[in-house]
């Protein structure tokens, strides 16, 4: 098991910045993959974010540019350092780690982005 504890959500104007971090605990040795996916309303969830441990990354094209993720597998964590953002990325953001082809998932943090 692999529980998730995602931090670092709130409001923030059009073109702001925020960064999101997530901890990771337990069987976290068997981590392959840990990410961000969002689900804005009446939306489905959809990646936004990924990075392997050996640090392979793969990002939505939406946030290409704008959105850099991070990974420190010394301390499990994650993070997704977001800019220039738009009233489109207004969304719960979860974190996701994948051990094989089991995903688990955070509670999620809501984002908004609005003036």
């Known amino acids: 098991q692999v529980q998730l504890v995602e931090s670092g959500g709130g409001l923030v104007q059009p073109g702001g910045s925020l960064r999101l971090s997530c901890a990771a605990s337990?069987?976290?040795?068997?981590?392959?993959?840990m990410g961000w996916y969002r689900q804005a309303p009446g939306k489905q969830r959809e990646l936004v974010a990924t990075?392997?441990?050996?640090?392979?990354?793969n990002y939505a094209d939406s946030v290409k540019g704008r959105f850099t993720i991070s990974r420190d597998n010394a301390k499990n964590t994650v993070d997704l350092q977001m800019i220039s953002l738009k009233p489109e990325d207004t969304a719960v953001y979860y974190c996701?780690?994948?051990?094989?082809?089991?995903?688990?998932w955070g509670k999620g943090t809501l984002v908004t982005v609005s003036s």
């Open positions: 996701n780690g994948r051990v094989s082809i089991v995903d688990y």
């Open positions: 337990g069987s976290i040795s068997s981590l392959y993959r």
């Open positions: 990075m392997t441990v050996v640090g392979t990354t």
